[in-house]
């Protein structure tokens, strides 16, 4: 299902901007510059890329008709 991905590429997103305030690369927020943002910004990135993964394996299943 294409909302999965969808889902998955968002999350990805909002991880990487987290890792880059974290490290300090985006400036204007509480969070620039404080190292537990990065840290979170990775478990949520790779959260991301699970999901997408996720529907992508979904997506290659054969379709099962019932009866």
Request: aromatic share 8%; glycine share 18%.
């Amino acid at each position: 299902m294409w909302w999965r991905a969808l889902v998955g590429v968002v999350v990805l997103a909002v991880g990487a901007l987290w890792i880059g305030q974290g490290i300090g690369a985006v400036h204007g927020s509480f969070m620039t510059g404080h190292r537990q943002y990065e840290v979170l910004g990775i478990v949520v990135a790779l959260a991301g890329a699970v999901m997408i993964g996720w529907a992508i394996r979904v997506g290659r299943r054969p379709q099962h008709k019932g009866s």
